[in-house]
């Protein structure tokens, strides 16, 4: 069992910079490969960036490669994703989330934060 927990969020205006930190308990964070989603008013939950266990491999969506850079580390039990040149359209409640596949695909996640507020003004 895993708990997640999300900060970092707020109001930022375009073109600014957060760093959303997702705290997880337990012993076993390091078994987990851990990914970001988010989601907006009325559309579906959508990926975000995921990262292998050791931290090595990661994979974004194209939507925010080269401006969301995802990291981890174990030894906090802390997985952080930090988001530069932030647009309007990122406007969403980010969610951490745990599972022991590399995937992108939210029902494939079974461990969920309850999520960030991050809003990003013009």
């Known amino acids: 069992q895993v708990q997640l927990v999300e900060s970092g969020g707020g109001l930022v205006q375009a073109g600014g910079s957060l760093r959303l930190s997702c705290a997880a308990s337990?012993?076993?964070?390091?078994?987990?490969?851990m990914g970001w989603f988010r989601q907006s008013p009325g559309k579906e939950r959508e990926f975000v960036a995921v990262?292998?266990?050791?931290?090595?491999?990661?994979y974004y969506a194209d939507s925010v490669k080269g401006r969301f850079t995802i990291s981890r580390d174990n030894a906090k039990n802390t997985v952080y994703l930090q988001m530069v040149s932030l647009k309007p359209e990122d406007t969403a409640v980010y969610y951490c989330?745990?599972?022991?596949?590399?995937?992108?695909?939210?029902?494939?996640?079974?461990?969920w934060g309850q999520g960030t507020q991050v809003t990003v003004s013009s």
């Open positions: 990262i292998s266990r050791s931290g090595g491999n990661t």
């Open positions: 989330a745990a599972d022991i596949k590399f995937t992108v695909h939210p029902n494939e996640y079974d461990y």
């Open positions: 337990g012993r076993t964070f390091s078994s987990y490969r």
